[in-house]
């Protein structure tokens, strides 16, 4: 099992998330936790938390610039993702988010999701 680490900051920020305006500097360069334990701290999530981590997850494993990242950027096309990086992903995602669905099932065509696509798809899947 892949464990990733999110800086305090981070959780701050998704925790009382008001505006899309986070700095990659004030979330990257801060102490770490582990995610793991991220998904028991949440009843909830609303669509702007969930893409502030899908955010800073495809910032932290795949070393994009967080500030490169906008809602509107496609993972594929845009962030450089393959179908191989894809399904990775989406098993990270669907792990932190404690989902239970097989991601070949959402994974259709891959290539059309956006973040704000693909943290919509998250949200939806999500039992919470």
């Known amino acids: 099992m892949k464990i990733h ?16 305006e986070l700095k990659a500097e004030s979330i990257l360069n801060h102490n770490q936790i582990r995610t793991e334990s991220l998904s028991y701290l949440y009843d909830n999530y609303d669509l702007d938390q969930v893409k502030a981590i899908v955010k800073y997850l495809l910032s932290d494993i795949y070393h994009i610039p967080y500030s490169y ?18 399904l990775d992903f989406t098993n990270t995602c669907f792990e932190f988010f404690n989902i239970n669905t097989d991601p070949d099932d959402v994974l259709s065509t891959p290539d059309q999701y956006t973040v704000y696509n693909f943290s919509q798809m998250i949200l939806n899947q999500n039992p919470s």
Request: hydrophobic letters at 50%.
């Open 69 to 86: 990242i906008t809602d509107e950027s496609y993972l594929m096309n845009d962030l450089g993702l393959d179908s191989l990086d894809m």
């Open 5 to 20: 680490y999110l800086p305090v900051a981070a959780l701050l920020a998704i925790s009382a998330l008001t505006n899309q």
